[in-house]
């Protein structure tokens, strides 16, 4: 369960994130919507601890993560993260990538990362580096890194962005069949109201960094 | 003018000019290098003993300096903002201080030493303390390359990792990986300036390759020779310039202007913690030592002013010297940096003939000078202060146009189509390209200026009579062992480098508010 109570950001003179409160229940699927630079994207990275909340407070898995005084590192939270340009690591091949959040013996890893690589479509591709991908590989293979540890809770900032129609339906489908096996709950954000709806998301709309509605 | 390549014309004649200043004073010795069979193979047991010292020191230079640039770098990456700024900068400004004028640091460092340990002879002598002198003088360029480096890395890739290991993990696997390619080139560069350096390595009694090539020349003034003996040389400087190109040339830089590589503060480990300080402390202690160093040597301040008064007309050649120098650098780097059209990258003749720059030693470069310009109808040019400023231009030219390649080749492709779509490419490259590449073109002649302040090895063969330079006047007074007035002439010297990169900072910012 994620939980934000209350929490606000500014950069300067602009307020990025104002008093903001959404919950997103166990296994539930949460979209937030919204136009481009409304908050969205800050609201996820205070939730995955990139960035620090300058009020309110997040909770996951009904523990503090982010309060006044308190940041629990990004890494601690549980969380996977797929972000709207991929940000794959481009030293490494897609299996590195895929592997790198994955701890224990390497026999171990190597079997989580193939099995996740033939999830998202990408059998055969491990080797490759991701300068060699088309942009819809590069989404899956962001898509199988995030899930790779098998986190609890799956943060999505518009990961369909400048893809085409086709492989956006087709990303569209593993994403709604990874998150349901995964069993992880999802919050995503998205400007596209169908994006939201094609996942069975419950919305919460956002607008000039408050909840709107 | 090629409609896919319309400002091909500008691009041609800065690589001209770039032709004419660094290659031809290399090229017009060829002809009498060649026909100098018994010089080419002139590599004695002596001369290869002097080339082992030269590699040896410059492998210590180029590990000493990776690995503290590094550490600085990835320190200065995760600490406070205006901490970092003010340590970076203090390790920095040591870039003003001319590299002889460390080595006399350092044996001031070593004498005080010696008497306050009560030892008969100092401690900082021979190889080691020539390759700390050095170290010191070439780690502010180590620095800069790599934090040019490090600030390319997309901050993203971080977020993208800190969300599924700890930030050690991070900063190992992502951020250090992908910052190494500069952290080496800056190494390998300040290796590159260790091989030709004549000057430091002389000043603590260390014979080597370069010292060998100037004082042939001295004293025979044959320049043919003075190339043909220089082959080994070159050959190693080569070596490392391959080197260093090849990881310069895979530095990406994706990263958002303005965003910092960690978002929140990164939480590490104890070793970690402990590594990236004690890096960060060696660059900016190395640096501040340095400084104490000269100011004690200076004092009291009364003295000081007087060596300072009679170095005056040095010191203002070195500055004129220095600013000419970096004006023609940075008109000719705009130039031959420039792409040559919206979907074309720079030119790589500016890479080949900045390898060749790097690798020609300097006393090379001043034969080359000499043979070019000691004739009747260049008599006038011969004769002046202005040979000062080809000698440097000749050696560091090149590093303006490489800012400004780098430059250029971050430039949005879509843009520049913009701008030749609804203007001539002239008006194009006024309005669009030029201003883009302005900040880059200045910070390269900011670099050549404080090279050329501190250039000796082709400086001490073109000097005119009657004129000379504040480093020449520094390398011959700590020959005679005033190391005091030494250290008077280069912290002025110093000073008006801080306040000209400084003025030059004020400058660009209030440009860039514009």
């Not at chain 2, 590699?55 to 210590?60: D, E, K, N, P, Q």
């Not at chain 2, 900068?89 to 004498?111: K, S």
Request: proline residues 6%.
């Amino acid at each position: 369960m994620i939980e934000v109570r209350g929490v606000s950001k500014r950069y300067g003179p602009v307020l990025a994130v104002d008093s903001f409160d959404v919950t997103v229940p166990a296994t539930a699927r949460v979209a937030v919507l919204g136009a481009s630079g409304c908050g969205k994207t800050t609201l996820l990275r205070m939730i995955a601890g990139l960035d620090v909340p300058d009020a309110g407070t997040v909770r996951i898995g009904g523990a503090d993560a982010s309060a006044p005084g308190l940041c629990i590192p990004p890494h601690a939270r549980g969380i996977g993260f797929v972000f709207q340009d991929a940000a794959l690591f481009p030293h490494m091949s897609v299996a590195a990538n895929v592997g790198y959040g994955v701890t224990g013996p390497k026999a171990q890893v190597r079997a989580r990362v193939l099995e996740l690589l033939s999830l998202v479509g990408l059998e055969g591709l491990g080797a490759r580096y991701p300068a060699e991908l088309s942009g819809g590989q590069r989404r899956r293979a962001a898509l199988a890194r995030a899930l790779a540890p098998g986190p609890a809770r799956l943060l999505m900032d518009e990961p369909l962005t400048n893809l085409d129609s086709s492989s956006r339906d087709a990303l569209l489908q593993t994403i709604d069949a990874l998150a349901a096996a995964s069993g992880a709950s999802l919050l995503y954000v998205t400007h596209d109201r169908g994006e939201a709806l094609a996942l069975g998301c419950d919305v919460v709309e956002m607008r000039d960094g408050r909840r709107a509605g | 003018m090629s409609a896919r390549e319309p400002w091909r014309a500008a691009g041609a004649l800065g690589i001209a000019a770039l032709l004419v200043l660094c290659v031809l004073p290399v090229v017009v010795l060829l002809p009498a290098a060649i026909s100098d069979p018994a010089a080419l193979a002139a590599l004695s047991a002596r001369r290869l003993g002097l080339l082992a010292t030269s590699v040896r020191l410059a492998t210590i230079v180029f590990v000493a300096d990776t690995l503290v640039a590094a550490l600085a770098v990835l320190w200065a990456q995760s600490a406070r903002p205006r901490r970092a700024l003010l340590v970076v900068a203090i390790a920095l400004a040591a870039a003003f201080v001319p590299p002889v004028a460390h080595a006399a640091a350092w044996a001031a460092v070593g004498e005080g030493l010696r008497v306050a340990l009560g030892l008969s002879v100092t401690p900082l002598a021979g190889l080691p303390a020539a390759a700390l002198a050095q170290s010191t003088a070439f780690l502010p360029l180590a620095i800069a390359v790599g934090l040019a480096g490090a600030a390319a890395v997309d901050p993203t890739l971080l977020d993208a990792a800190r969300v599924q290991r700890a930030d050690g993990a991070a900063l190992r696997r992502v951020l250090l990986p992908l910052a190494l390619p500069a952290l080496l080139a800056g190494g390998a560069i300040a290796a590159l300036l260790s091989l030709g350096d004549e000057a430091v390595p002389s000043a603590f009694g260390v014979s080597t390759f370069a010292m060998e090539l100037f004082s042939s020349y001295a004293a025979d003034g044959r320049a043919g020779a003075t190339l043909a003996l220089a082959w080994p040389l070159a050959l190693v400087a080569t070596l490392v310039a391959l080197a260093c190109a090849v990881p310069l040339s895979r530095v990406s830089d994706h990263a958002p202007r303005g965003r910092r590589a960690w978002s929140a503060p990164p939480v590490f480990g104890t070793w970690t913690r402990v590594a990236l300080s004690s890096g960060a402390a060696l660059a900016a202690t190395g640096s501040a030592a340095v400084f104490a160093a000269l100011v004690v040597g200076a004092w009291p301040p009364a003295a000081a002013v007087r060596a300072v008064a009679d170095a005056g007309p040095d010191i203002a050649v070195s500055c004129a010297v220095a600013a000419a120098s970096a004006v023609v650098a940075c008109v000719v780097g705009l130039l031959a940096g420039s792409p040559r059209g919206p979907a074309s990258g720079p030119s790589r003749w500016v890479w080949g003939i900045a390898l060749l720059a790097a690798v020609v030693p300097a006393p090379v470069v001043g034969a080359g000078l000499v043979a070019l310009y000691d004739n009747a109808w260049t008599a006038s040019v011969y004769d002046s202060p202005a040979m000062l400023a080809l000698a440097a231009l000749a050696r560091f030219a090149p590093l303006a146009a490489i800012a400004v390649s780098v430059s250029a080749s971050h430039l949005g492709r879509g843009a520049l189509e913009a701008s030749v779509v609804s203007s001539p490419p002239a008006h194009a490259y006024r309005r669009v390209v030029a201003p883009q590449l302005l900040a880059s073109a200045a910070a390269g002649g900011l670099l050549v200026a404080a090279f050329s302040a501190g250039e000796l090895g082709a400086t001490l063969m073109v000097l005119p009579p009657g004129t000379s330079t504040a480093v020449v006047r520094a390398f011959n007074l700590l020959h005679y062992g005033a190391s005091e007035e030494v250290a008077a002439i280069a912290l002025a010297v110093a000073a008006i480098g801080v306040a000209a990169a400084l003025a030059s900072w004020a400058l660009g910012r209030r440009m860039w508010a514009r």
